[in-house]
């Protein structure tokens, strides 16, 4: 794993909807606002404070509701070793502002779980569709078929193989002597990709969203106020 859990996905939410330097802004104000980031010291942080970091209102329930899942132990880190991936999730989206697909980032990134493959991402549905459903937007089912091939390093093939394999190539990822390559690759992807979830543009359904923020606007005041309630990513 890379990094505290709970700073990871309260950075998450805060990235959520708003452009990657947007995000890094209300970040910065957020940490220095704080003593830590702690769930201790967050879940006690008035509404108003964390407003004043730029944070929209629905947000502020979600960081809330993060830390006071982390703070009272119905989310316990320690614990997640033992879980599979899809308990492991369905315990994440417990969170308000956590939706499956901000979960299974996590699992990937900041876990290094190496067989998540997270069918609502969208880059992995246009490459998919590219190269293995004639340019068509593949159903989940098809998603789910075509990834058996890649079991059990899924989550490496969903960040790097759509892209680079041929229909042709597909069986290879399966097979016993590439398995070293993979993980190799595996441990290169969490070392240079680290957790960025929802704010990775290049992969993040809502980019396209008419309300997200602007590049260029940075103050926290106005990008909570231009953050509509747009839900769970």
């Not at 960040?159 to 190799?184: C, I, K, N, T, Y």
């Not at 980019?207 to 923020?213: G, K, Q, S």
Request: with cysteine.
């Amino acid at each position: 794993s890379r990094g505290d859990a709970f700073q990871t996905l309260a950075r998450a939410i805060v990235g959520q909807q708003i452009s990657v330097k947007a995000a890094q802004s209300v970040w910065d104000r957020f940490a220095a606002a704080h003593s830590e980031v702690s769930p201790a010291v967050v879940v006690a942080s008035s509404t108003d404070k964390l407003r004043g970091c730029g944070l929209s209102g629905q947000k502020c329930a979600y960081i809330h509701d993060l830390a006071a899942h982390f703070h009272d132990g119905r989310l316990r880190p320690a614990e997640w070793k033992r879980l599979p991936d899809d308990e492991l999730v369905d315990l994440l989206v417990q969170v308000k502002g956590i939706g499956r697909w901000t979960a299974e980032m996590f699992l990937i990134f900041n876990l290094a779980r190496p067989d998540v493959f997270p069918v609502g991402d969208l880059g992995l549905q246009n490459a998919i569709a590219r190269h293995y459903n004639r340019g068509r937007k593949p159903a989940p089912e098809r998603m789910h078929k075509i990834g058996a091939e890649w079991a059990p390093w899924r989550s490496v093939a969903s960040r790097h193989g759509p892209s680079r394999f041929r229909r042709s190539g597909a069986r290879q990822l399966a097979e016993p002597p590439d398995e070293g390559r993979l993980v190799v690759a595996l441990v290169a992807l969490h070392i240079e990709e680290p957790f960025r979830a929802p704010m990775d543009r290049h992969v993040f359904p809502l980019e396209l969203d008419p309300h997200r923020v602007r590049a260029e606007d940075e103050d926290p005041v106005r990008i909570a106020d231009r953050v509509d309630d747009l839900g769970e990513v």
